[in-house]
């Protein structure tokens, strides 16, 4: 006969070791869609033109000003 106590714990543990692998799911996830979400806003393309002029990451994208959009330069 098995223990109330070894049941509990071995409940604990796959109870553990679920939330480990969904927040580790969670993780690539939300990972994959800010690369498709750069993908589809056209950032890439800025990344990739500002990797080769060798510029500053933020140089030419839009940041919010008062609500308002304007230009890095």
């Not at 106590?5 to 543990?13: F, L």
């Not at 679920?18 to 890439?44: E, L, P, Y």
């Not at 990451?57 to 308002?68: C, Q």
């Amino acid at each position: 006969m098995v223990s109330r106590t070894s049941i509990v714990s071995r409940k604990n543990s796959m109870v553990i070791n679920f939330a480990r692998s969904c927040s580790q799911s969670r993780v690539s996830i939300d990972f994959s869609c800010t690369i498709s979400k750069i993908q589809n806003t056209g950032h890439s393309r800025r990344i990739s033109m500002v990797i080769a002029h060798g510029k500053s990451y933020e140089h030419g994208f839009p940041k919010k000003l008062n609500s308002h959009k304007r230009c890095v330069m």
